[in-house]
């Protein structure tokens, strides 16, 4: 049995410019394309410290580790936003009385992302700087004594605003940033020629 045939252009149904635009942004920015743009992110190496702390500064603490693949989900809404999850797993060592005390930590970054439209013929996936209100830690204190804890309470809020700096740097590197940056006009010019050679 014979496909239908497609329909042809002055046959479609007309729509107003602003609902074209609305599901031209759904189709082109979508959770894999987003992920896509912030891929280079997962594996990058993230240090801090040592910072010395405690009574006279007699214990020191460090952290190493790297950022895993982050996840991004859609959020229901007006605008069109993703919810962006930066996980980073750290390796923290407190140095205390000649003793070294070495622990998991997760740390959670938490960021919105939104797709705007930017002058010309440009969509733009916006991502704020994260605070640091917007990273969660867990640190796996099994085992832990109370001291070690103290001393990484007392480094938490610091531990915290580094890691919201870091990744905003991240996100805002050039090579990230001009992923988040799609010109619409670049890509239709590019698939011009190609096009006409198919139609020939």
């Known amino acids: 049995m014979a496909e239908d045939p497609k329909p042809s252009p002055e046959s479609r149904e007309d729509y ?3 609902a074209f635009g609305r ?3 759904e189709h082109a920015v979508t959770v894999e394309r987003v992920e896509q743009a912030l891929a280079n992110l997962t594996g ?3 240090n801090f410290g040592p910072r010395y702390v405690g009574p006279g500064g007699l214990a020191s603490i460090k952290a190493e580790g790297s950022i895993r693949e982050p996840s ?3 959020r229901e809404g007006d605008l069109i936003e993703f919810a962006l999850m930066i996980p980073i797993d750290l390796e923290l060592s407190v140095r205390l009385a000649a003793h070294d005390h070495r622990f998991k930590t997760e740390l959670r970054a938490h960021l919105r992302l939104t797709a705007r439209a930017k002058a010309p013929l ?3 996936i916006d991502v704020p700087a994260p605070s640091e209100n917007d990273i969660d830690v867990k640190v796996n204190a099994q085992g832990l004594r109370a001291s070690v804890l103290d001393l990484v309470a007392d480094v938490e809020g610091e531990l915290k605003r580094y890691v919201a700096r870091y990744v905003g740097k991240q996100i805002d590197k050039p090579e990230i940033r001009r ?3 799609i010109d619409v006009r670049r ?4 698939n011009a020629p190609e096009q006409q ?3 020939a």
């Open 187 to 190: 890509r239709l010019e590019s």
């Open 122 to 124: 440009h969509i733009f």
């Open 197 to 199: 050679a198919k139609n």
């Open 72 to 74: 991004v989900t859609r």
């Open 179 to 181: 992923m988040r940056d």
């Open 23 to 25: 599901d031209f942004f």
């Open 16 to 18: 107003s410019y602003e």
């Open 44 to 46: 990058n190496e993230v």
